[in-house]
């Protein structure tokens, strides 16, 4: 027989005749092998190699074959493991494949039989990592592709987020309201190796600060009457997973000492309590404010944000990305049909169209609010613009103002209209990234996300969506 694959392969038998007549056969035929007579040589083995195979006579001189299969599957799981058993003794071979043997074979051993066994084990080996190949791929786009988006911003973000996914860093996404943070945070969960533990959600803007602290941290002590009170917090249930606090800007000076403690020693407290409380915790922290301009303000510490600006995501606007709505769009008319047993094909040009040219200041959460409620109340096979609300169907683009309105307008309004000209060119040289806009112009960043509030200054509006 022609050996298609080979493989490193450790050989157990007390007996001579056994253990060498199978070393010799398997050696002939391009395989790897090293033998061994006991359970302890088996380990002492394994601590300078590792095996594909393990081949064991369930009959040793000086220990159990059961135990040292146990061992095996329990300590090298990557290992396989084939028994060698006598007449008479199918009990054990049973228990053998319930305690994780892959296969059993009858002494004596037919060398053809073996080979035949092995060649088997291997491909079954080899499928095996093909389909845990497989099966990672397709949890790395599972949990993706619930964030809908083929825009380069989107782009460059999913990479930011595979690339940092499997880390222990703490990561800080920046967004406004509605843009799916909380969506971002769970694919980095699912995609790290803390994707079988907790993730657990808590948003800092919901709660009065006394009671949040209890929330998180839990309480040893009732706040109303002072009495013990034992509430353990959602930190100890995210122990080895992942803790996502949103709204991060919400949080009280008091908790923001407790988060920079945690940050950096991976203990705290709960309220009331004095005794420490070590979690393994991936933090991710959310906000849809400007944390350094509230540094700026005395409103957010430095040493917590300095902490937490490790590695930031900017979550995209959805006005930032219009392209993506015909792909949201879609995909929630979709969504929608099987939850309210209906068949909406798709959605007018017109409709389309009115939908891209609208602001979204609630985003893709107002979006899908909005692609439900169409779906819902369409009357024919198409969302037209009549399904619309009247909020969007009235919406009206940015005109530029004309000569007329220039005429009329006062010095300030003349003198403000050159600087937010230069801002706008600024931005559109930059690929509207505020940081570099930023830094050519020589300004920082808040002085900019003021200046473009201030002159309304927005992609959407400069850029009609026609």
Known sequence: MHTTRTASILVVAGEDKIRFGITESLKKRGHRVDCALDSQDV????????????????????????????????????TTVIILTSHGTFDAAVEAMRKGAHEYLTKPVVDEE????????????????????LRAQLGKQKSLSKIIGSDDRMTKMFAVIESVADTRTTILISGESGTGKSMTARAIHQLSHRREKPFIELSCGTLPATLLEADLFGSETDSTSGAPFDMPGKLLRADGGTLFLNEISAASPSLQAKLLHLL????FESVGGNQSHHVDVRMILATNQDLE??????????????????????QPSLRERSGDIPLLVDHYIRVFNDKNH?????????????????????????LVNITERAVVLARSSLITITDLPEAIRENRSYRPPSAEDLE??????????????LIIEALDANGWNRQKTAEALGINRTTLY?????????????????
């Open 293 to 314: 301009a509230m540094v700026e303000r005395g409103e957010f510490r430095q040493d917590l944000f300095d902490r937490i600006n490790v590695i930031t995501i900017d």
């Open 408 to 421: 009329n307008c006062s010095l300030k309004e003349a003198l403000a209209n050159p600087e937010r000209h």
């Open 114 to 133: 073996l080979e035949l066994v092995i060649q088997r084990t291997l491909k079954h080996r080899e499928i095996e990592d093909e389909n845990r190949t």
């Open 264 to 267: 950096q020693t991976r203990e």
């Open 43 to 78: 380990v002492e083995r394994n601590a300078k190699f590792s095996f594909d195979l393990v081949i064991t006579d369930l009959t040793l001189r000086t220990s159990d074959g059961l135990e040292l299969v146990e061992w095996t599957v329990k300590k090298h799981p990557e």
């Open 450 to 466: 003021k200046k473009m509030k201030k002159y309304n200054i927005r992609y959407e509006l400069e850029h009609n969506f026609k």
């Open 342 to 366: 209906k068949q909406v094909e798709g959605i007018s040009e017109e409709a389309l169209s009115v939908m891209q040219r609208y602001e979204w200041p609630g985003n893709v959460r107002e």
